[in-house]
């Protein structure tokens, strides 16, 4: 059984700072792509940023210069920092993972619980 485990979020004032971080555990054999993606209020959720492992990221163009991904392979872990935040940077974030675990020769989705972010004006 795999988890993704995310925290980090919270309340924060427009042009603070944010870094969340999803960390993935149980019976893992490998982990393709890990990402974010964000759903605001009434919205559909949206990507944020994803990451290979070997570390290329992908981003919109909207998410590029304020949001960062990364990872820490040796420990599972997805990380986004965000900066410059503004109100409408407010949703609850979501991490993503390709895994393949030991059970299953192929890779599948996985979504953790999901993170609040409230950016206030």
């Known amino acids: 059984q795999v988890q993704l485990l995310e925290s980090g979020g919270g309340l924060v004032q427009a042009g603070g700072s944010l870094r969340l971080s999803c960390a993935a555990s149980?019976?893992?054999?490998?982990?393709?792509?890990m990402g974010w993606y964000r759903q605001a209020p009434g919205k559909e959720r949206e990507l944020v940023a994803t990451?290979?492992?070997?570390?290329?990221?992908n981003s919109p163009d909207s998410m590029k210069g304020r949001f960062t991904i990364s990872r820490d392979n040796a420990k599972n872990t997805v990380y986004l920092q965000m900066n410059s935040l503004k109100p409408e940077d407010t949703a609850v974030y979501y991490c993503n993972a390709a895994i393949i675990d030991k059970t299953t020769p192929w890779a599948r989705d996985y979504w953790g619980q999901g993170t609040q972010v409230t950016v206030s004006s």
């Open positions: 149980g019976s893992i054999f490998n982990i393709n792509a």
């Open positions: 990451i290979t492992n070997g570390g290329r990221t």
